[in-house]
């Protein structure tokens, strides 16, 4: 439950119940979306309740419930005269395209791994079995949203190395059914299965490009999620200042 009391400013002061206090939303289109999103939460209610709910003044409600009825997003039932939000924005809401939530999570390792000198970051996630894919990239031409091989791609074999022998056996078995001669034998030979397995016990928790300007490294945190750092002014010594660097963003990851 949430209380609303008022200073001598007169604004809005939200008390929860865990005690903490905060500055309500106090500009009228955050009112709004405010009491859609509890409205979405707490379901059919009265204006009372959501006046609780929402730690907003039941005139602050009311109004905010008059705009989304005029907007066609919320309506009152003329039974109980309870509010709702319509089936159609339920629906709508259904359909819309977001950022996965190991976007999000993993955002502040993304902006700190942009920080290091000359480099390229990709982020790539298993988004279904067999089906790796990068989902946020720091590059124009990176191909997001397109499955990527598991077999030949160092961002999606680092991300194998964060997974459990049988995950990586079930995702293995649903990519040979789509991949080219050559991967499904490496495949259903077990060779792949066996490489990962080695350079886990090997305590390789990385996936190095041969010449020295790309590291792949998985996210212990979010088993099948990788981080890819491709150097675009690649020298050896820049090489060894990444491997460390990563070496260390990776502990915290681990």
């Known amino acids: 439950m949430t209380i609303t009391m ?3 400013s007169m604004k809005d002061l939200v008390i929860d119940e865990s005690g903490h206090s905060f500055e309500a939303v106090n500009t009228p289109a955050a009112r709004v979306f405010h ?12 204006i009372v ?3 609780f709910a929402t730690g907003l003044h039941r005139s602050t409600v009311w109004r905010a419930l008059d705009t989304l009825r005029s907007m066609g997003v919320a309506r009152k ?3 109980d005269e309870r509010y709702e939000l319509v089936g159609s924005l339920v629906s709508e809401f259904s359909t819309y395209k977001c950022a996965r939530r190991d976007e999000e999570a993993l955002q502040a390792v993304f902006e700190e791994l942009l920080m290091l000198d000359y480099v390229y970051v990709d982020l790539g996630v298993f988004v279904g079995l067999g089906s790796f894919q990068i989902v946020d990239s720091s590059r124009r031409d990176a191909p997001i949203g397109k499955d990527l091989s598991l077999s030949h791609e160092p961002i999606a074999l680092a991300a194998q190395l ?11 078995s649903a990519y040979a059914s789509w991949a080219d001669p050559d991967e499904k034998a490496e495949i259903t030979s077990g060779r792949l299965q066996g490489k990962l397995g080695l350079s886990i016990a090997r305590g390789k928790n990385y996936v190095a490009e041969p010449d020295l300007n790309m590291l792949a490294f998985p996210v212990g945190s979010h088993p099948g999620a990788a981080f890819a750092v491709e150097l675009w002014k690649p020298s050896k010594e820049r090489f060894r200042a990444l491997s ?7 502990a915290l990851l681990n």
């Open 49 to 51: 309740e959501l006046s």
């Open 35 to 46: 009491v859609m999103r509890t409205l979405g939460r707490v379901g059919a209610t009265s």
């Open 162 to 172: 964060s997974l459990t022998p049988e995950k990586r056996a079930r995702h293995h």
């Open 77 to 79: 039932r003329p039974g």
């Open 244 to 250: 460390h660097a990563i070496d260390s963003i990776s």
């Open 6 to 8: 008022q200073d001598h």
